[in-house]
């Protein structure tokens, strides 16, 4: 069940309910909700780094995972994780889909930045004249990617 505890009926509720599950003696899992990315974010991302890719001159790939990901958010995306049976530690990278849509924001603003100081100017997500050509010229240069 979720619940929203910035209003007082859904607030109740859940004490309630955590107060039920505690006299039981239940086993049960707590978990906090982040805002969900919405899909127009999600688009407008995949728009942006494609196109950045094309004038890069590098595949949408690379540039996702080693410039959008470790070198302009690595804070976000890069992480250590250690391997529990053989205690060895290596760096793994997060994925896209575990941002909320405030972190998502913030490597978006960020790459955009960086975009800039390498001479590809990449529009806001409200730019629709200029995004709707950035789409025609990637769907026409799609193979390159």
């Known amino acids: 069940m979720i619940f929203d505890t910035s209003k ?3 607030r109740q ?3 309630a309910r955590f107060e039920k599950l505690m006299t039981a003696k239940a086993k049960f899992e707590l978990t906090e909700k982040k805002p969900i990315r919405s899909i127009p974010q ?3 991302l995949h728009l942006i780094i494609s196109w950045f890719a094309l004038e890069y001159g590098e595949t949408l790939h690379y540039v996702k995972q080693n410039i959008f990901k470790a070198i302009v958010n690595a804070d976000l995306f890069i992480y250590q994780r250690v391997n529990t049976k053989t205690g060895i530690t290596r760096k793994d990278v997060r994925s896209t889909a575990l941002l909320d849509s405030m972190q998502m924001t913030l490597a978006i603003d960020r ?5 800039v100081k390498n001479g590809i100017y990449l529009p806001e997500a ?5 995004l709707n050509h950035i789409n025609t010229e990637i769907e026409k240069q799609k193979r390159y990617l």
């Open 126 to 130: 409200g730019e629709i004249d200029n």
């Open 111 to 115: 790459f955009r930045a960086y975009s």
């Open 8 to 10: 007082d009926f859904d």
């Open 13 to 15: 509720t859940a004490v």
């Open 42 to 44: 999600n688009s407008y």
